[in-house]
């Protein structure tokens, strides 16, 4: 494959991604770790992005309102080291206008160390899942509060309360989260210090949230393909906490089982999907070479090997992949040198 990259914008400690759906058009969103603001680039022009939310700073994750165009939610005030006594979600929508202006930002759920957020939809039911890192910090080493995980429906009226419960807790460095399908039914996989865990939401009309434990290794973030084509789904990690290795696990008789690895320095990405076509696995690293790579099972030598490298020196910290017009584009926040790039794929 071939490479082509654009930088889309100079955004200093860029750090989140996303895309949404904007006037019938893909859009892509980044948004910063520091103080700063949120920007928008439309998939047809991309190089003529705007910065759409002023104040949108310590942002962790962004994410669409599924099914909605022009709408979507924000971690917010979680900010470099670990300072995020003060951090929340945010409600961002464009009222209706056009996709670089009329943007309003609100908050509507305060929560210390609040990380990752994720939005599913079960039975008709649109959740917010949500998860908090730790409950406290007294200082960027102190882990001894686990972080817990919340859920909540997103209120048809967007300016109701957005309540939740507690789905999850006693998780220690509860990082990682994902939105998958897993046996025809859709899931969010958390991942902490305790392991890999499954959650199902509330059958219709109910409103327990079913638990399960996938593996006992600490984990830091999660992301599910099927990468050697052979119709089952595997589960691609990064451990331990922000750690140095990508983990491959294969699920035999319900039990899943980690069987390759393939080393990476303080990783922060990982994506897998289909690049042009094909099952690949797209990990970045922030130290090290502070590589973009892309990563291919081999089925004869049973391993992760890599296909070819994006981009290097960049810092990764999240991607957004989309495939369109026989490309494929990966979104990239390189908060390494402060720029959002986007990278064409090609033959
Ligand atoms: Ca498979």
């Known amino acids: 494959m071939k490479v082509e990259k654009i930088t889309l914008a100079d955004l200093p400690d860029v750090y989140s991604t996303a895309e949404m759906k904007m006037n019938g058009e893909t859009c892509l969103l980044a948004a910063p770790e520091s103080h700063g603001g949120a920007w928008l680039f439309s998939s047809s022009e991309p190089e003529n992005g705007h910065e759409i939310v002023e104040n949108l700073g310590g942002c962790m994750s962004l994410v669409p309102l599924s099914g909605e165009e022009g709408e979507f939610v924000a971690i917010e005030g979680f900010y470099p080291v670990f300072q995020a006594e003060e951090a929340g979600v945010v409600y961002v929508s464009s009222n209706g206008g056009n996709c670089y202006q009329g943007w309003e930002k609100k908050r509507v759920l305060d929560l210390a160390f609040v990380h990752r957020i994720e939005v599913i939809e079960s039975s008709g039911q649109l959740y917010f ?5 730790a409950e406290a910090k007294k200082s960027p080493g102190d882990w001894s509060k686990p972080g817990a995980t919340y859920a909540g429906k997103v209120p ?13 807790s006693g998780i220690y460095k509860n990082h990682g989260m994902h939105v998958t399908e897993l046996e025809n039914e859709k899931v969010v996989l958390i991942s902490g210090q305790e392991g890999i ?4 939401p509330p059958a219709e009309g109910g409103s327990n949230w079913e638990t399960k434990k996938l593996a006992e290794r600490e984990v830091s973030d999660v992301f599910v393909h099927d990468v050697d084509g052979d119709g089952k789904k595997e589960i691609l990690t990064i451990e331990p906490f922000h750690g140095d290795e990508l983990g491959f696990y294969e699920n035999e008789n319900g039990n899943w089982t980690r069987s390759a690895t393939y080393p990476i320095k303080f990783g922060h990405v990982v994506w897998a999907g289909e690049l042009l076509g094909r ?7 922030r130290e090290g070479d502070s ?11 049973k391993a992760l090997v890599q296909d070819f490298i994006i981009d290097k ?3 990764p910290t999240q991607i957004t992949v989309l495939n ?3 490309s494929s584009l990966v979104f990239s926040a390189n908060n390494g040198t402060g720029s959002v790039d986007l990278y064409r794929l090609y033959e």
Do not use: C, H, Y
């Open 129 to 133: 899942v949500i998860s908090a890192l």
């Open 279 to 285: 099952p690949r696995i797209i990990a970045g690293s």
């Open 324 to 326: 369109q017009n026989g």
């Open 313 to 315: 020196e960049v810092g």
């Open 291 to 301: 590589d973009l790579v892309v990563l291919k099972w081999d089925s004869t030598e």
């Open 156 to 168: 048809d009226d967007r300016s109701g309360n957005w309540d939740m419960t507690e789905i999850l």
């Open 197 to 200: 865990f499954e959650l199902i």
